[in-house]
């Protein structure tokens, strides 16, 4: 780890702050961010503000500090030079305990340190993928796409393959509700629809009760508790269901698809432990972490091909001759060009386009202070700093015309703590390389399929959506030519 250098009282300056006419809660400022969420342009507008006052800057929401930050330094200190000072838990625990329990997502230390090594192993052994099961839906998603040239929005569909392929991995039953009847496995434990709209609506409130932080209290919604209740309790039921099936067949996996064993996080997990509690909230955390943001990223991918075909005609030069069942992850890591346009688009639509650190103890940013920008600044217990990846990623200083999509420009640009899809520190993705192999691989296969990928969609600029992640909101709306 990384040692940052010592600071005295004397050089720490504030960092210039956004103007208020409320210069004790910031209403003002708290009514334009509502605003900017409403008319999808809120990480826009902290791009903008960040432009206008500095890129660290900040303001009193509420009272309560939060210094706003596209300072590759600062980052630096808070994911790995100091992370043990700058946690999660009091923002996200009580918001989302109540539906996935408290792990990885949720928690800082002890829980953070007892989870991360039950975990991070797992992801680094399924990164050699599992290739055939991801293929199985991959295919279905293949075979819903229209040849003729009709138009369709992707999204929904990379929405539910995404969906599939998580669940299949995390829980070891895929979440394929909406197949033909006569295609689902009888002997499934989870009611997967059910499932889905329960978590679906306790994300939703989760969203709520962050915003709400403290007076979250005051939300009266008996459908929250009774969602949570039943995501938890099918959760539990199906871990004890999948430990009886272990139990009577004598530690043989039985999920077995002919003679192919498959890995999921549930059975790896159940070797390292069988605490009903500790297993129930890891794999809602992982649920939570993974289920949308390879979708989001996925479709923010075919928007923009759609939008560039001279992009898409030299990827499906590079994939030229490829077959499916050689895709394995080496062999997407190399091809260069398809990974140079993923950095590219994740350079300009980090699905975690903004991600917070409330200080827990007193520590002084390396810098972000005074009028230019240079001088340290001291934080105190309570105060947030939220990163603007998105800010980050555009600044010109770090990357030539920012806002133009050139995935060229990888061939020699090195980054470090400048471009952050998955964050940075020991707190970066666990899932990094199996989400990367899974865009990978669904990017590679519809460019073997389709000639063309052409925009559908009448409004050309990406328009953003912020639920947890940043989307395209109008999805990839595109026709695709054979
Ligand atoms: C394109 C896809 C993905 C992106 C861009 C992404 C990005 C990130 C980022 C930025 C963080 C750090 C969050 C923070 O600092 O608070 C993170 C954490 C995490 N991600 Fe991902 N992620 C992706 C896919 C996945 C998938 C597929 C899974 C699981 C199947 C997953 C599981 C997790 C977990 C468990 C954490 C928490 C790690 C910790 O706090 O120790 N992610 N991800």
């Known amino acids: 780890r990384p040692n940052g250098p010592r600071w005295r009282d004397s050089d720490c300056a504030t960092p210039p702050s956004l103007p208020s006419r409320d210069a004790f809660f910031n209403l003002d400022n708290v009514k334009d961010m509502l605003q900017t969420l409403a008319e999808n342009r809120r990480i826009r507008s902290i791009y903008e503000q960040s432009h206008k006052y500095g890129w660290t800057h900040q303001w009193w929401p509420f009272g309560t500090r939060l210094i706003q930050t596209s300072d590759p330094k600062i980052v630096l200190f808070i994911h790995a030079i100091e992370p043990e000072k700058f946690g999660i838990a009091p923002q996200r625990e009580n918001a989302t305990g109540p539906l996935i329990g408290h792990g990885l997502i949720t928690s800082d230390e002890p829980i953070w340190s007892f989870m991360r090594p039950l975990l991070k192993p797992i992801f680094t052994r399924t990164q050699i993928s599992d290739r055939v099961a991801f293929d199985i839906h991959v295919s279905r998603f293949m075979d819903l796409l229209p040849v003729d040239g009709s138009t369709i929005n992707l999204r929904p569909l990379l929405e539910s393959l995404i969906l599939y392929a998580s669940s299949e991995f995390i829980f070891g039953e895929s979440f394929d509700s909406q197949m033909p009847i006569g295609e689902r496995d009888p002997n499934k434990s989870i009611d997967s629809r059910s499932f889905i709209d329960a978590f679906n609506y306790g994300m939703k409130e989760v969203g709520k009760r962050i915003i709400f932080g403290k007076l979250s209290f005051l939300i009266r919604d008996p459908l929250f508790w009774s969602s949570c209740r039943f995501v938890q309790d099918t959760t539990r039921a199906h871990i004890e269901r999948v430990m009886r099936q272990i139990h009577t067949s004598g530690n043989q996996p039985t999920d077995t698809e002919g003679s192919r064993s498959k890995t999921t996080l549930l059975r790896e997990l159940l070797e390292k432990t069988q605490d009903l509690d500790v297993l129930c909230s890891q794999l809602l955390n992982v649920f939570f972490a993974g289920r949308d943001a390879p979708a989001i990223a996925l479709t923010s991918i075919f928007f923009i091909l759609s939008r560039h075909p001279q992009v898409w005609a030299q990827i499906r030069q590079e994939v030229q001759g490829l077959q499916p069942e050689n895709l394995f992850f080496e062999k997407l890591k190399s091809l260069r060009y398809v990974q140079h346009t993923i950095s590219e688009v994740f350079r300009l639509y980090p699905p975690l386009a903004n991600n917070s650190r409330i200080c827990l103890q007193e520590a002084i940013l390396p810098s972000g202070g005074g009028a230019d920008g240079t001088s340290p600044i001291r934080v105190f217990p309570r105060d947030t700093i939220s990163v603007s990846y998105y800010t980050?990623?555009?600044?010109?200083?770090?990357?030539?015309?920012?806002?133009?999509?050139?995935?060229?420009?990888?061939?020699?640009?090195?980054?470090?703590?400048?471009?952050?899809?998955?964050?940075?520190?020991?707190?970066?993705?666990?899932?990094?390389?199996?989400?990367?192999?899974?865009?990978?691989?669904?990017?590679?296969?519809?460019?073997?399929?389709?000639?063309?990928?052409?925009?559908?969609?009448?409004?050309?600029?990406?328009?953003?959506?912020?639920?947890?992640?940043?989307?395209?909101?109008?999805?990839?709306?595109?026709?695709?030519?054979?």
């Open 392 to 482: 980050l990623h555009r600044r010109a200083d770090f990357f030539e015309d920012p806002e133009v999509f050139r995935p060229e420009r990888w061939q020699t640009l090195r980054t470090t703590w400048e471009f952050l899809p998955f964050a940075g520190g020991p707190r970066h993705c666990p899932a990094q390389q199996l989400a990367l192999f899974w865009i990978g691989y669904v990017v590679v296969r519809m460019a073997l399929r389709f000639r063309e990928l052409k925009n559908m969609d009448p409004v050309n600029d990406f328009v953003e959506e912020v639920k947890l992640n940043l989307q395209s909101r109008n999805g990839a709306i595109v026709a695709l030519i054979v």
